[in-house]
């Protein structure tokens, strides 16, 4: 989640490569998008939804399909192919629908599951963190499995992976196996006894699908979070551009905003100052935060009202520009 658009020396070649994947995460993971003539998602917890049902509104929550889909060659949902540039290099999405030669066809559900939940692929392959499984791993698996029923439910696209093309010293995936002995903090997410139900979802919502504070965390020199800095924002992104401070420090975050602020952020768009959000985080409301139930809206508004307030001071930057060929705007 971002409210305006966003914006050490080499000690370790390990060092290096899991500071650049994990800053890539925070342009990468936060991509959404649903598609917007089909009918509203079902709210993941109602009566009798299919599992396909809960699967999709959890999907569209965690922003499957606008990372995994190719705007900019017109390509399939979910086939794969965005690419995502940065300074290390660029990524390219993979193509996660049931294609059994491309896509993950021949996954089975413990596989998506470890995926999700450790960061590894079915032949034993790290997986860097652009694709979000430090957040992901905060799900229950219900929920896992509930998405791995909504994608074997979409039609294969035999469209083949693009590797990634990155610099040399940042090629080494099993990198990722000290990476995560460091920063990978197992799930599934438990429950803060010390806050009621609603603050506990909107908590889930926010860390485990919607990972707002893979962005809006500043990292360290490993590209760890810095946890003591929570929320607090980074000035600048692999973008180039400010991630503010979305905590409830009245100066430098989002403390003076009301309930009803937050609302009209998460429904349309809107900041206090009447002006709208741009780049990511259009898009976050576009295809995320405005597809959420109303109990979800809600107890997602409760627990950012709640995030502690950090003084960090983050200047805006401009506004990314609105032709990029894959901006779902």
């Known amino acids: 989640m971002r409210v305006f658009p966003r914006a050490a020396r080499r000690r370790t070649v390990v060092s290096r490569v899991a500071g650049i994947f994990i800053l890539a995460a925070s342009t990468y993971g936060l991509v959404l998008d649903a598609v917007a003539q089909d009918p509203e998602p079902a709210f993941a917890g109602a009566p009798g939804a299919t599992a396909a049902a809960r699967g999709r509104y959890l999907a569209a929550a965690a922003g499957c399909e606008g990372c995994h889909t190719d705007k ?3 390509g399939a949902p979910f ?3 965005r690419a995502f540039k940065t300074p290390y290099g660029t990524f390219y999405s993979p193509n996660i629908t049931p294609d059994p030669a491309h896509g993950i066809g021949a996954w089975s559900q413990t596989d998506l599951v470890r995926a999700l939940r450790q960061g590894i692929g079915p032949k034993g392959r790290h997986f860097y963190p652009v694709f979000p499984y430090p957040a992901f791993t905060l799900m229950t698996t219900r929920d896992m499995a509930d998405i791995y029923a ?4 979409l039609a294969p696209q035999p469209r083949k992976n693009r590797p990634h093309d990155l610099k040399f010293l940042y090629t080494f995936r099993s990198a990722m196996f000290f990476w995560n002995a460091l920063y990978l903090h197992k799930g599934p997410m438990a429950a803060d006894p010390g806050h009621d139900a609603r603050w506990n979802r909107g908590a889930y919502l926010a860390r485990a699908l919607g990972h707002c504070d893979a962005c809006h965390t500043p990292r360290n020199a490993l590209g760890g979070k810095n946890e003591a ?3 607090a924002g980074t000035k600048s992104n ?3 551009v400010a991630v503010p401070n979305i905590t409830s420090d009245h100066k430098t975050g989002i403390g003076k905003w009301s309930a009803g602020d937050l609302k009209m952020l998460f429904q ?3 900041l206090p100052d009447g002006d ?3 780049g990511v985080m259009a898009e976050v409301v576009t295809r995320e935060t405005s597809k959420l139930s109303g109990p979800d809206l809600d107890a997602l508004i409760a627990y950012v009202k709640s995030i502690p307030a950090i003084k960090n001071t983050i200047s805006k930057t401009k506004k990314p520009s609105a032709d990029s060929a894959n901006s779902w705007q």
């Not at 909504?150 to 439910?153: A, E, G, H, K, N």
Request: proline share 5%; aromatic share 14%; glycine share 22%.
């Open 229 to 231: 800095m929570a929320y």
């Open 79 to 81: 086939a794969g192919g």
């Open 150 to 153: 909504y994608l074997r439910s």
């Open 276 to 278: 709208f959000v741009g």
């Open 238 to 240: 692999p973008e180039g």
């Open 268 to 270: 349309i768009g809107m």
């Open 72 to 74: 900019a060659s017109h």
